[in-house]
């Protein structure tokens, strides 16, 4: 049993992905080729918003960003305790200062109250200004966005939404990549909608924006390529990937996200007697990057996951350490506050293979093992 399985997904799209990389190989456009631009346009539609600019991976995509509205040194910016080392580590590396913030224990996003509370403790301070907030949609489910919104609006800050796990969630029929002033998302291939390789997008509604993004991507190119007018940096999406990924998210649109909900609701029907299973609030639509259980304790997770290995399933931890205790940050992040609920979902979450070509057998087997193991142990 694979935890995602990417060989059963290509198995499934393998005329049509090889079609499309033999056509792009013939043609010998591998940058810049036309299904780049056919591919962001696809996004944007899907999406809903007016631009997207694909890059190099979702990494870069959130540098982009926060580049392309000058965010650096004295500046602050708020970023989920947990979530994958990228969302913050984009902060130090534009000279800007990351303020780790503790998320809900039911949605594992950005509590929204404490949020405000460090924006405001950030102003007490007087050093830093407030400058943009970082929602992450974990594990698929998009953050609070009216909550968001409001406390951006108050306090006259950016949100930067970081939907790279996020892809296909929605609140309210609108979907992530368009909460944030500026939204990303990476194709890394484990991601919901992946390609073979590294790739990430970004996506705006604001016209200078995205033609300073354009930019930005290509070396800080003015009216041609050998006119740089700024630094930027090289994050362009390969042709080859941009293929592959029109072929993906058609499979997306047609039937991979409402298979993984299909999947994600024969776990839920099975499990929520038994373990504390995935929330997913009314009016949000989750595009299940992880299904995630959370259990009493470490050692009832530990064990969890020792006994489902013995009887073949593999399972992941994400995430083992909040932000806040990562060594990488242990001079660029202030002293952290009331961060207890990341620290204990650290301790407790335990996530089950989730992907669109899960059998029902499977899943099947996987609660039995799981009530099994809750039964014997307590
Ligand atoms: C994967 C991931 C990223 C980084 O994407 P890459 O394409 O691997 O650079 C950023 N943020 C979150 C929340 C992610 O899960």
């Known amino acids: 049993m694979q935890f995602r399985d990417l060989k059963k997904q290509y198995q499934v799209l ?57 965010i650096g040194k004295n500046d602050a910016v708020f970023v989920p305790d947990f979530t994958f080392f990228a969302s913050g580590e984009v902060v130090p590396e534009c000279g ?117 993004l354009r930019s930005l991507c290509v070396h800080g190119k003015g009216s041609f390529k050998y006119d740089n007018i700024r630094i930027g940096r090289n994050s362009r999406l390969d042709t080859l990937q941009a293929a592959i990924l029109e072929i993906k998210l058609d499979a997306f649109e047609k039937y991979e996200r409402d298979a993984v909900n299909t999947a994600a609701g024969l776990y839920t029907k099975a499990l929520c007697d038994t373990v504390k299973t995935p929330v997913v609030p009314s009016g949000y639509l989750s595009s299940w990057a992880q299904y995630t259980l959370t259990l009493e304790s470490r050692g009832q997770r530990d064990g ?31 002293a952290p506050v009331d961060l207890s609920v990341t620290t204990c979902l650290c301790d407790t979450v335990l996530s089950l293979p989730m992907h669109p070509y899960l059998e029902k057998e499977d899943i099947d087997f996987i609660c039995a093992k799981v009530k099994e193991y809750i039964k014997k142990e307590g």
């Open 96 to 212: 800007a200062t990351p303020i780790f913030v503790d998320v809900e224990p039911d949605t594992f996003n950005i509590d929204a109250e404490k949020l405000e509370r460090a924006i405001l403790r950030v102003l007490e301070e007087g050093i830093l200004t407030p400058r943009v907030i970082v929602a992450v949609d974990l594990f698929g489910l998009p953050a609070n966005y009216p909550a968001l919104s409001a406390i951006a609006d108050r306090y006259n800050m950016y949100i930067l939404e970081d939907a790279a796990q996020g892809f296909g969630g929605e609140l309210e029929g609108k979907r992530a990549c368009s909460f944030g002033d500026i939204s990303t998302t990476s194709f890394f291939p484990a991601k919901p909608l992946g390609c073979y390789g590294d790739g990430g997008a970004i996506f705006t509604d604001d016209d200078e924006i995205a033609s300073l």
């Open 304 to 334: 969890l996951q020792a006994y489902l290995k013995e009887n073949g399933i593999p399972s992941m931890v994400y995430y083992p350490k909040p932000m806040h205790c990562q060594k990488a940050f242990e001079n660029t992040a202030p």
């Open 14 to 70: 393998k005329d049509r992905i090889d079609a499309a990389c033999a056509e792009v190989m013939a043609r010998g456009a591998f940058i810049s080729g036309e299904e780049v631009s056919r591919l962001e346009d696809a996004l944007a539609k899907y999406v809903g918003v007016k631009h997207c600019v694909t890059c190099a991976n979702g990494t870069d995509a959130l540098s982009l960003a926060l580049m392309a509205w000058g």
